[in-house]
């Protein structure tokens, strides 16, 4: 048996020992510390298990983005639909508009949109209207469309 001097050379030889000796198990201790040691197919499980968890939180994230866009494209939308109806009303109230009105228009803000508005008269005072606004833009290759219909009784 070799006489050693201090700690770090019993550590020393225990740890070459331990590489050498392949048949020694996870958990031994090494002068006074166990030895701890994952084998391949710990690591290639574990990392297999971390990559499905974070392809799951990866498809949340981009499910939520997509939704996001949507609905901020929606209120682009209604934005526009309430920008023109406010915009109808001052035509009429100038009196530039008579019976039936009607405007296609196309809105690039964040997206190209397709403005339609129409409006009719529905009596012979000039006080009631009838207001269809549809606007239509293009989101992930599929066609969407808001419409709106409203009646309107212009003060002059």
Request: hydrophobic share 40%; with cysteine.
């Amino acid at each position: 048996m070799k006489n050693f001097s201090s700690c770090y050379e019993i550590k020393e030889y225990q740890s070459l020992k331990l590489l050498a000796d392949s048949s020694k198990k996870r958990g031994q201790k090494l002068c006074g510390r166990f030895v701890a040691a994952f084998t391949f197919i710990e690591v290639l499980i574990s990392i297999s298990i971390l990559a499905f968890g974070l392809t799951a939180i990866l498809k949340v994230f981009l499910g939520s983005l997509s939704a996001v866009r949507h609905v901020r494209n929606r209120l682009e939308a209604n934005s526009l639909i309430e920008n023109e109806k406010w915009q109808t009303i001052k035509l009429i109230r100038q009196a530039r508009i008579g019976d039936t009105y009607s405007r296609i228009q196309n809105v690039a803000r964040l997206r190209d949109y397709k403005v339609s508005v129409q409006a009719s008269n529905l009596n012979d005072n000039y006080d009631f209207y009838s207001l269809d606004i549809d606007v239509a833009w293009k989101e992930s290759k599929v066609d969407k469309r808001i419409k709106r219909a409203s009646y309107l009784k212009v003060n002059r």
